[in-house]
């Protein structure tokens, strides 16, 4: 840990007093925010980790989870001005790596999807996700595997992302498709979705399809009115032969008589 631990809890504190507009003082944060609770647990729990007083480290983030409800494994590396809102249900995998100023909601999972059969062989590997900076993910959301989620990204509420997403996108549904081309980085975008436009590409899918319905009524419509007309045509045309064929048994029997 490259900083001070009290440096990196005073910075975590901070970002939960700016970013959640509920949080009227630094005191209501200290005594009244799990969210922050858990991360102080879990910078000392980090600090024994590197100390290699695992065992130790493994048990006050055991009690920390009961307490608050969060679950952050000892090894995760995550930098400065992290903030948890809500928290509950959150769980964070021993090989993640999360960066400066990131947003993670509740319910919110960053985990492993590799098998545990042979958990031995995955001991020192990567099995967990990289978050870059200003990332902000959404309550609910699944992020799986060792990928990696650019900066200044969001996932939405729900996601299940099992793939890397490059920076300055947003990503929602199951599995996580990109949702907006360009994110306003100034922005704080509180679960990690724009307030503006939605561009939703399902949507956008499904309003194409009704497009190219419409198009196919238009065409059969003007070839039924063509397809009329002909017919109407063809009734002209057959009266007008049947009139000269009248016309031409009148004459001949005339020339007989």
């Given amino acids: 840990m490259s900083k001070g631990i009290f440096y990196l809890i005073f910075k975590d504190l901070k970002a939960a007093k700016e970013r959640d507009p509920a949080a009227r003082s630094l005191l209501e944060v200290i005594f009244t925010y799990p969210g922050f609770h858990s991360l102080?647990?879990?910078?000392?729990?980090?600090?024994?980790?590197?100390?290699?007083?695992?065992?130790?480290a493994r048990f006050i983030g055991?009690?920390?989870?009961?307490?608050?409800?969060?679950?952050?494994?000892?090894?995760?590396i995550i930098a400065e001005g992290f903030f948890i809102d809500h928290g509950a249900g959150l769980v964070i995998g021993e090989t993640t790596v999360i960066g400066k100023?990131?947003?993670?909601?509740?319910?919110?999972?960053?985990?492993?999807?590799?098998?545990?059969?042979?958990?031995?062989?995955?001991?020192?590997?990567?099995?967990?996700?990289?978050?870059?900076?200003?990332?902000?993910?959404?309550?609910?959301?699944?992020?799986l595997g060792p990928i990696h989620i650019g900066n200044n990204s969001r996932i939405g509420?729900?996601?299940?992302?099992?793939?890397?997403?490059?920076e300055n996108m947003?990503?929602?549904?199951?599995?996580?498709?990109?949702?907006?081309?360009?994110?306003?980085?100034?922005?704080?975008?509180a679960y990690g979705i724009s307030k503006g436009k939605i561009d939703d590409p399902n949507k956008k899918s499904i309003l194409a399809l009704f497009e190219e319905l419409h198009n196919l009524h238009l065409k059969v419509k003007t070839l039924e009115s063509k397809l009329s007309d002909s017919e109407n045509k063809k009734e002209r045309f057959e009266l007008k032969l049947k009139k000269e064929k009248t016309v031409?048994?009148?004459?001949?029997?005339?020339?007989?008589?």
């Fill in 40 to 56: 102080f647990f879990h910078r000392v729990c980090h600090l024994l980790w590197n100390f290699k007083l695992k065992f130790i």
């Fill in 62 to 76: 055991y009690i920390s989870r009961i307490i608050t409800s969060v679950e952050i494994h000892p090894a995760a």
């Fill in 101 to 143: 100023n990131v947003t993670i909601y509740q319910q919110a999972t960053l985990g492993g999807i590799s098998p545990s059969i042979d958990s031995a062989s995955q001991r020192n590997s990567k099995r967990h996700p990289t978050l870059g900076d200003n990332v902000i993910v959404g309550s609910g959301a699944q992020i």
């Fill in 157 to 166: 509420a729900n996601a299940v992302v099992i793939r890397d997403v490059p």
């Fill in 170 to 189: 947003t990503y929602v549904g199951v599995p996580a498709r990109k949702l907006e081309s360009s994110i306003n980085k100034e922005c704080f975008e």
């Fill in 248 to 257: 031409k048994s009148k004459e001949s029997r005339g020339k007989w008589n």
